[in-house]
């Protein structure tokens, strides 16, 4: 069944563990968040050699063809390990939406672009790493010029307003809502990452520190805190697979608003008892466990607020003119 | 979605389908856990015997069709789209018989399984005791050695055991080894409910409904053919039914995702234009195709050979919340004439009563505290201890 991850995906998965590792793992988001860009562009080339900036692209047009399945297997990493740059950008909304010289060049790495897409990522992200910045609206792609960068409640974002630069090409609006659910999808991936990521951290500091002479983790006070969060990652998780599954069919695009809702709520619950759990030493932004405390923030309210997507929701469900069940 | 449905499999659902359109009772059971509703909800469990869909997962010489897991979960999602009547067998379907399968012999296959088909044999749960609740190891009611007539004699005090008032028999453990301490020495039994010495006293639950009750052992023979599994390992035999009752076979999704259509029906009907209603309505909704989305899943995890585990332990939670969530939200969409539960209240008084049932989920199977100790323990790896649980 389709339910299960196949070893392909795993070896991809695998793989960007490994490049980033070898990069200083969390180095180079700290870095980011220190203002030194060196190590996230050498993660992009790395990561563009992989193939991962090509997931999305077809073969013919030098990507991998890969699925969306694909897609939230390697995105997951990336939250994981708190990546910094605009991989959502370049690999998962822009390549079905530029031209196909540009398609090519964001496959192979020599092209990072971002975008806003007014009135739902109002900020491009991280326009001092790219070549190209876009404004995408419902059935339009422009080419931009970015302002000067804004700091995120994540120190390793800066965002960016866009101002037209150039002419306006006509997108279909179809392909231009597809490449957003696609997006957002990776968005939600990124947090399960992060939230299983910051469980992780949560739960290996719980073995260690002690206090009242025994360590944390035997406090039940904490335990039940940690088990709700793996409750809330284990029941977000099958959503993204099932909006992978779903994307681009008609019940795509609330299957999408599901799996951002559940993957940001059980992310920002692994914020907050990952950080209790921590202490002070949490509270720190010496200490990593900032960079993916702040990260899942970011997240949360980029790609659709759940407000936004709980909304889309209930425009599909809660129509007196089709009662649709869930199994439907 | 498409989950890579066979023809085969499609055409499974289709035909559940049509049998339960034309045979589920137009007008629901009365309650089961009164007398004329178990009397009622028996004969449903052979009308859905006739039908052949009373355990369709079960092999056909025991009355099943034979269906694999998948089937099973399609079957069920019919089922409870359809309205049907609660499975009063459901103590002996899902949890005895998985035992019975794997540990039970020939004989006690012979003498047990067809009736638990079509509802002549229903079983009542004899689990815990006063003084043993969540740490059920430390059950006190004991099992003496017979030599004589070839049995056991059982005394001592079961509580909360659901369906007993009416049920044929019930299925316990007992200490058979009195020296021998917690999880050691412990024997499952098979026991008629109108066996000598054997008092039932019914409980009423927060409905109003006798759902369980107490058992008194007063020196009850039962014979070695109704041991299930060897004497003094009860509890591995035990704990075989424990993670069923967690795991998949208790809850299917297929119960959440009828509830979710359910609320989603009462919030048209009442237009209630409060995002905070609308939000959660919406969230019912997404955590029950979780839990569909992660059902199929584990089927094919299982399917793939692996098995659930502690996994079981985060299921339970959270479909057990989801349950309570689901209906409390319902009551909120009903505003003031939610208390109302008499045949003119919404759906006849349907949502105080499955909300009231939604109430038991965090308890039984092993309360909702015990499962987070659980994953905690066994799934995130942390230490034991800190409650004064001793390690096992
Ligand atoms: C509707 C319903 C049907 C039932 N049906 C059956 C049945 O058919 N057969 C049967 O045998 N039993 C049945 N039960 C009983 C059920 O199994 C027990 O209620 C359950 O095991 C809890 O035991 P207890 O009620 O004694 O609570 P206790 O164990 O006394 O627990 C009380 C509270 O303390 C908490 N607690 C206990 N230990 C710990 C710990 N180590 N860490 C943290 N918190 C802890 C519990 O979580 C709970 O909140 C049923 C119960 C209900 C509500």
């Not at chain 2, 412990?186 to 010495?197: C, N, R, S, V, W």
């Not at chain 2, 008084?349 to 909702?368: E, H, K, S």
């Amino acid at each position: 069944m389709k339910f299960v991850i196949s070893e392909e995906q795993r070896a991809l998965a695998e793989a960007i563990d490994q490049v980033i590792e070898s990069l200083g793992g969390t180095a180079v988001a700290r870095a980011a968040s220190e203002g030194d860009a060196a190590p996230a562009r050498a993660l992009w080339e790395q990561l563009a050699e992989l193939g991962l900036l090509g997931l999305c692209i077809d073969e013919a047009d030098g990507g991998m063809g890969g699925t969306p399945v694909d897609l939230i297997v390697a995105f997951e990493r990336l939250g994981y390990h708190a990546a910094p740059g605009p991989y959502l950008e370049s690999a998962a909304l822009l390549p079905d939406l530029v031209d196909p010289a540009l398609r090519e060049s964001l496959a192979d790495g020599s092209a990072i672009a971002t975008a806003a897409i007014p009135g739902f990522v109002p900020y491009a992200l991280d326009a001092q790493l790219c070549s190209q910045q876009f404004i995408v609206t419902a059935d339009s792609i422009t080419p931009a010029e970015a302002g000067e960068g804004q700091e995120s409640i994540d120190a390793a974002r800066t965002l960016h307003e866009l101002t037209p630069a150039g002419p306006a090409a006509a997108l279909d609006p179809e392909a231009v809502a597809l490449a957003i659910d696609r997006a957002t999808l990776g968005s939600a991936a990124m947090l399960l990452g992060a939230g299983e990521r910051l469980l992780e951290e949560a739960v290996a500091y719980a073995k260690l520190r002690e206090q009242f002479g025994r360590v944390i983790g035997e406090y039940q006070g904490l335990k039940h805190q940690l088990a709700n969060v793996r409750v809330a990652l284990t029941f977000a998780r099958p959503l993204l697979k099932g909006a992978a599954l779903d994307l681009g069919t008609p019940s795509g695009e609330r299957s999408m608003s599901a799996a951002k809702v559940a993957a940001s709520d059980a992310a920002i619950l692994a914020a907050r008892t990952a950080l209790q759990v921590h202490g002070a030493i949490g509270y720190t932004q010496e200490h990593d466990l900032s960079l993916w405390l702040t990260r899942v923030h970011a997240l949360a309210s980029a790609w659709g607020t759940t407000r936004y997507h709980r909304s889309r929701i209930a425009a599909s469900i809660l129509t007196p003119a089709a009662i649709l069940s869930p199994a439907s | 979605m498409d989950l890579d449905l066979t023809e085969e499999q499609l055409a499974f659902a289709a035909e559940a389908r049509a049998w339960l359109a034309e045979n589920v009772p137009a007008t629901p059971l009365p309650s089961m856990d009164t007398e004329a509703g178990f009397a009622a909800h028996r004969e449903w469990e052979a009308k859905l015997a006739a039908g052949g869909w009373s355990v369709v997962s079960w092999p056909e010489e025991y009355g099943g069709r034979g269906a694999g897991l998948i089937e099973w979960v399609l079957f069920e999602e019919e089922y409870y789209r359809a309205g049907a009547p609660t499975r009063v067998a459901q103590n002996g379907i899902s949890l005895l018989a998985p035992i019975l399968f794997g540990h039970g012999t020939d004989a006690q296959r012979e003498r047990f399984l067809r009736d638990m088909t079509d509802g002549t044999l229903i079983w009542a749960q004899a689990w815990s005791e006063p003084g043993a609740g969540s740490d059920l190891a430390s059950i006190r009611s004991t099992a003496k050695r017979d030599d004589e007539r070839g049995g056991w004699i059982l005394n001592g005090q079961k509580t909360w055991s659901s369906r007993a008032p009416w049920a044929d028999r019930g299925f316990g453990l007992f200490r058979s080894d009195p020296e021998a301490q917690r999880h050691r020495g412990l024997t499952y039994f098979l026991f008629p409910m109108d066996a000598e010495g054997l008092t039932v006293r019914p409980i009423t639950q927060l409905d109003g409904t006798t759902g369980f009750a107490e058992l008194f052992f007063d020196d009850v023979f039962v014979a070695d053919e109704d041991v299930l599994g060897a004497p003094g390992d009860g509890w591995r035999v035990a704990m075989s039914t424990a993670g069923n009752e967690r795991g998949l076979s208790l809850r299917s999704p297929g119960r959440f995702c009828a509830a979710t259509d359910r609320l989603i029906d009462l919030w048209q009907k009442n237009q209630d234009q409060d995002p905070f209603a609308q939000d959660a309505v919406v969230d019912a909704w997404i955590k029950s195709e979780a839990y569909r989305l992660y059902t199929w899943g584990t089927v094919s995890t299982l399917q793939e050979g692996g098995d659930i585990g502690a996994e079981g332990s985060v299921n339970k939670v959270f479909w057990s919340e989801l349950d309570i969530a689901i209906h409390q939200t319902g009551l909120d969409l009903l505003g003031p004439a939610a208390e109302l539960r008499s045949a003119s209240a919404e759906a006849g008084g349907r949502w105080v009563d499955d909300y009231i049932f939604a109430l038991g989920g965090p308890i039984y199977a092993g309360t909702n505290e015990i499962q987070r100790n659980i994953i905690a323990e066994r799934i995130l790896g942390l230490p034991r201890g800190g409650d004064g649980r001793k390690a096992s």
